[in-house]
Structures are given as structure tokens and as C-alpha cells.
């Protein structure tokens, strides 16, 4: 099965995936996203992040 790739809500390029959060979590743009929010994995906006850039690396691996 294949899906659109998910859109970054900060730079609105394409994402790596999404992921629905059952709890409230305050987003990149300082935004409460209540319970049930999602995600986005960017390879853009995220890779700076220690515990997303491996993530993104690997998911970013398997494309080849």
C-alpha cells in the first residue's frame, strides 16, 4: 500500500512519516496540539535533532 508522503506543517515540504500522539504535545511552532495530534518526521526541519536525525538517516537509507 502506498500513501502520499505526510506534509511538514513548518517548511510544508514532504515528510518522512506521521504519527498520531494520544496525548497534548506543544509543536515546532510553539502550538498546544491536543490529544490525538500528529507528527511529522522531516528530513528538513529535523535532522538537527539528536534523537530524530538517526531515525531520518535510516528511513532515508531504505528509499535507495
Known sequence: MT???PECGRCGQ???LSARVPHHFVNARNETVRG???GVLCPRCDIGQPEAGPLIAWFTDLKR
Do not use: R, V
Open 3 to 5: 500513501a502520499e508522503p
Open 14 to 16: 514532504a515528510g518522512i
Open 36 to 38: 490525538a495530534g500528529i
